[in-house]
Structure formats: C-alpha cells, structure tokens
C-alpha cells in the first residue's frame, strides 16, 4: 500500500491548487481516502475525506473553498482548493483505510496507510 502526494507549492493567497495522492499496491476504490493537514504548533486536522461510494466530509477550515474527489480508473484522488488563505499554509498528506468512514477518517484520525506528503505556501 503506497500513496503519493504531488500538486503542491508556492501560491498566492484568493489562488487556488490541486492536490494529487496517486494509490498503488491496492485496490483504492474500495478503500476511504481522505486529505490531512499539519502545520508547525498546530495539530493535525482532517481536511476532506471520500468514501468508496463517493460519500464526502469536509472541514468547517475548506468547506466552500474545497472540492474531494476520485478518478477510480487512475486510482488517484484530488483535493482542489480555492480561495487559498495563508492559514492554508501546512505539510499535506493523504491517507486511506479500509473500514473507515469519512467522517471516522477525517474527525477521529482513523487510517491505515500514510503519504510522505507536499508542502502548501499560500504567501504573498
């Protein structure tokens, strides 16, 4: 079970980014996937989180500023933000699970598998 990060970056604040967490070693349709976030002296907040069936939760940080989703046949998931903030600034990192749901993913942490994560800039 792999899941890798890319998409992120330098951006200005009001810009936007897409965030890519490409799954391998699994069949990831079957599994949650869900988005996390650290920034330094912060604690680590679910962002968004999908479901096999497409089932989404988003935090009240990206909610309306945020949109989760799946492109099964690639087996990767995205995270588009938009109205980027600098409190948007943080290392982040996509996970999966199995048996989770999103909203046990995404508000209680519960996941299997780990991505090294892409660091977000919103700085202008």
């Known amino acids: 079970v792999q899941l890798v990060e890319s998409g992120g970056g330098l951006v200005r604040p009001g810009g936007s980014l897409r965030l890519s967490c490409a799954a391998t070693?699994?069949?990831?349709?079957?599994?949650?996937i869900g988005w996390f976030r650290q920034a330094p002296g912060k604690e680590r907040e679910g962002v968004a989180c999908?479901?096999?069936?497409?089932?989404?939760y988003y935090a009240d940080s990206v909610k309306g500023r945020s949109a989760i989703s799946r492109d099964y046949a690639k087996s990767i998931v995205y995270l588009q933000m938009y109205s980027l903030k600098p409190e948007d600034t943080a290392d982040y990192h996509c996970?999966?699970?199995?048996?989770?749901?999103?909203?046990?993913?995404?508000?209680?942490?519960?996941?299997?598998?780990w991505g090294q994560g892409t660091q977000v800039t919103v700085s202008s």
């Open positions: 996970a999966a699970d199995f048996q989770a749901t999103v909203q046990s993913m995404c508000v209680w942490g519960e996941f299997f598998a």
């Open positions: 070693g699994f069949t990831s349709g079957h599994w949650t």
């Open positions: 999908i479901s096999s069936d497409g089932s989404t």
